[in-house]
């Protein structure tokens, strides 16, 4: 049963005074309670990341979840501290993002829609800004502003592939037309920028620091040019508070902000994340994708940016995910396949492999359905064994936290007998260049990586605006360890093309556009909105 938010925030120390309320299920939490828990000691930050996963998602929000509520089963104190919902999934092929069968966040539809308005306000906030690019342009440019090359894009929380390639012809006489496109609002800048932002100073700094465009001498401008910053920074009043649920269970969640990670950074924010570490003892936190994306940015770029250390990395991973990098069709799937789950196991491999480059204490979750035959599990459980990694199945998905109790207790066990020596992949003194083959050759297994002159150029300019020192945030396919969709498993001698590359100022780091990875995606054929 669905308790009031009040009484879930007593349970974390929170008194009324700390919330914005929702309703009576959901709640903001004022930008101030940090400073009142902030010489409380931090709780252990778990990592839940997975392998290269099916379309239809491994479960990392479900045994987020799941395990949240199995710690508190065993006693402990646990919060679950994760992305919000995109209305682009929720409506395509992966449906809804609050867990699965009983291990679930509530209310879950109005999170799973509109929720507390996030993600509207950064839409809002990023189309402003392009209504203002266009405005000083048409209004004389004083500014100078070399129509096509304006960096930003408008946004809509929605897949619509129409909307990629648009040109914009509002008028003739001056001449403003260019050619343009509309991105999904979790992969725009601006969300980035507000999950890493530290308080609204901060975020200010970031809005003014975005580069938007470059003159037609060449230069580059950025949005404090356009005074239009504390304009965005008033649509984004609430945004940087941190959204208060629960699950299905009463176990309290704090639930913000979302970028993809196949396009961005893949993590809630910052403000969050630290919130959660001095509410609770155990902050448990997910990374979009598999591990290649979500957990190598959630570790090269968020973790740096905002001082966080790791204790343990769990990776999920499903007998499903196994067969189908074993080469099984998804129509064929839920058969047993022991053949395909043994060629599956090299992309389990490779992932362990990745998340022990950082010095991480690891452990395996096998997120258990009813169609996993016993000898499937057993297999794995055998591989893992043999290969000296810590495995649990978890059933959280139809038990709830009663069927994540086993996990909660061996993540606690290595929590107390193991140390994180976390440490990142590369150091900021490194070439652009350099960071992208240590990620391309050492997580995804590439042999070279190729650009295109396109990419070299913009290295280049890049380079000469002084941002070599940023991480860099690779966008590519989330279904392989390649930039090749269809190449599954652990592909061997395979290239990393980079098309593209594009500076995000004012999140601090490089996007780097590999194979053909889109920015807006498309509806599929049967996706999820003809079930609502």
């Known amino acids: 049963m669905v308790k009031n938010i009040q009484d879930i925030a007593k349970n974390l120390g929170l008194e009324e005074e700390d919330l914005e309320l929702y309703g009576k299920h959901i709640a903001k939490i004022s930008s101030d309670v940090y400073e009142k828990v902030k010489s409380q000691k931090d709780g252990k930050l778990i990592l839940m990341t997975a392998i290269n ?73 990023n ?52 050619h343009t496109g509309f991105e999904i609002t979790a992969a725009c800048e601006l969300m980035a920028i507000c999950c890493l932002a530290k308080d609204m100073e901060d975020l200010k700094r970031r809005i003014d620091h975005m580069l938007i465009a470059y003159d037609l001498s060449g230069n580059p401008v950025y949005v404090k040019s356009l005074h239009v910053t504390n304009a965005m920074a008033k649509l984004l009043k609430n945004v940087l508070k941190p959204n208060l649920v629960q699950t299905s269970e009463n176990t309290p969640c ?47 770029i968020k973790c740096r940016k905002a001082d966080l250390k790791p204790d343990l990395a769990i990776i999920v991973a499903t007998i499903k995910a196994l067969k189908y990098h074993g080469g099984v069709k998804l129509a064929e799937i839920e ?48 591989f893992l064994k043999e290969n000296q990694v810590k495995c649990v199945c978890s059933k959280a998905f139809s038990q ?25 992949l590369y150091e900021d003194t490194l070439g652009i260049k350099e960071k992208i083959e ?18 070299l150029q913009n290295l280049t300019e890049i380079e000469s605006l002084g941002y070599s020192h940023y991480p860099i945030c690779i966008a590519k396919t989330p279904n392989s360890l390649s930039d090749n969709p269809k190449l599954l498993g652990c592909p061997k001698d395979f290239n990393i093309t980079v098309r593209d590359i594009k ?30």
């Open 438 to 455: 240590k990620v391309a050759k050492e997580i995804y297994g590439a042999k070279e990586v190729i650009y295109s002159s396109k990419a």
């Open 127 to 178: 189309n402003l800004l392009c209504a203002v690019i266009d405005n000083s342009i048409f209004q004389g440019n004083e500014l100078q502003i070399d129509k096509d090359r304006i960096c930003i894009k408008r946004v809509m929380d929605m897949n619509d592939r129409s909307l990629r390639d648009i040109t914009i012809e509002e008028n003739k006489v001056n001449n403003l037309s260019y």
């Open 335 to 382: 058969k047993e396949n022991l053949e395909a789950v043994q060629e599956g196991l090299a992309n389990l491999r490779k992932h362990i492999d990745n998340m022990k480059q950082y010095g991480l204490p690891v452990v395996v979750c096998i997120n258990e359905f009813d169609t996993d035959t016993k000898e499937e599990i057993a297999l794995v459980e055998n």
């Open 503 to 532: 500076i995000d100022s004012g999140a601090e780091f490089i996007v780097v556009y590999a194979g053909d990875i889109m920015t807006m995606p498309g509806l599929g054929k049967n996706s999820r909105y003809q079930y609502f």
């Open 400 to 424: 709830g936290g009663a069927g994540a109790v086993e996990f909660a207790k061996l993540v606690v066990e290595v929590l107390e007998n193991e140390t994180s020596h976390f440490h990142y």
């Open 254 to 300: 704090l639930l913000h902000l979302g970028p993809f990670a196949n396009i961005a950074h893949g993590c809630n924010s910052v403000v969050a994340t630290k919130l959660g570490l001095k509410l609770a003892d155990y902050c448990i936190t997910e990374a979009g994708f598999g591990a290649d994306l979500g957990a190598e940015k959630f570790l090269d």
């Open 53 to 125: 996963p099916t379309p239809f998602g491994e479960g990392k929000t479900t045994q987020s979840i799941g395990l949240a509520m199995g710690l508190n089963q065993i006693g402990k104190k646990a919060i679950a501290v994760l992305r919000e919902p995109s209305l682009g999934p929720v409506f395509g092929i992966k449906g809804g993002a609050v867990g699965g069968g009983k291990a679930l966040i509530e209310p879950r539809e109005d999170i799973d829609l509109h929720f507390t308005g996030d993600f509207h306000a950064i839409t809002s906030a």
